[in-house]
T-cell receptor, first 111, second 114 residues
Framework: DSGVTQTPKHLITATGQRVTLRCSPRSGDLSVYWYQQSLDQGLQFLIQYYNGEERAKGNILERFSAQQFPDLHSELNLSSLELGDSALYFC??????????FGEGSRLTVL | GQQLNQSPQSMFIQEGEDVSMNCTSS?????WLWYKQDPGEGPVLLIALYKAGELTSNGRLTAQFGITRKDSFLNISASIPSDVGIYFC??????????????FGKGTKLSVKP
């Protein structure tokens, strides 16, 4: 158990819909990262937050947005969903040395 | 941008064999991390390396931070069936007191020989 909690574990929705994925980092971790992993693909960095502020942005689509709240949990919002958005979405958190600890992921299926 | 080349892409193992995989980069890093991912689960951190030349073990796993700071190696000795999975390397360059982005390799998929 990494200490990073993600909900929901599975989500099935239709094209055009909007979903929100939630992440609670490890206790004491200020940084939260979001990654996307499509079938048999590597980990694509989406966005990083540090103590409530956006720190770095990767290949995140304009239809996607994220935020980190004062209690440090984070949400990733995916809107106008397309079939190609079906993937595993991982949240990770880190502390001082930058070692990322990943949650178990949210599997999104868009039909 | 920065890219990591991880090889091999896939390999088959027989129980008891030693396994080697590596990552190379066109840029220097000052942190290398190795992760293992089982199907449907999140990557789990295996080994972290912070100094060029550093050699670190975690049970049957040994990883090294290359002297040039552009590569890293992971070895698994006496493999067992539960070693099957996808192994990812990740590198980062920190500068000016700030942490850079963690760049992931595309993974090495370990399977059992039929």
């Amino acid at each position: 158990d990494s200490g990073v909690t993600q909900t929901p574990k599975h989500l099935i929705t239709a094209t055009g819909q909007r979903v929100t994925l939630r992440c609670s980092p490890r206790s004491g971790d200020l940084s939260v990262y979001w990654y996307q992993q499509s079938l048999d693909q590597g980990l694509q960095f989406l966005i990083q937050y540090y103590n409530g502020e956006e720190r770095a942005k990767g290949n995140i689509l304009e239809r996607f947005s994220a935020q980190q709240f004062p209690d440090l949990h984070s949400e990733l919002n995916l809107s106008s969903l397309e079939l190609g958005d079906s993937a595993l979405y991982f949240c990770a958190s880190s502390r001082d040395r930058g070692e990322l600890f990943f949650g178990e992921g949210s599997r999104l299926t868009v039909l | 941008g920065q890219q990591l080349n991880q090889s091999p892409q896939s390999m088959f193992i027989q129980e008891g064999e030693d396994v080697s995989m590596n990552c190379t980069s066109s840029s220097i890093f000052n942190t290398w991390l190795w992760y293992k991912q089982d199907p449907g689960e999140g990557p789990v951190l295996l080994i972290a390396l912070y100094k060029a030349g550093e050699l670190t073990s975690n049970g049957r796993l040994t990883a090294q931070f290359g002297i040039t700071r552009k590569d890293s190696f992971l070895n698994i000795s006496a493999s067992i069936p539960s070693d099957v999975g996808i192994y990812f390397c990740a590198g980062r360059l920190d500068y000016g007191g700030s942490q850079g982005n963690l760049i992931f390799g595309k993974g090495t998929k370990l399977s059992v020989k039929p």
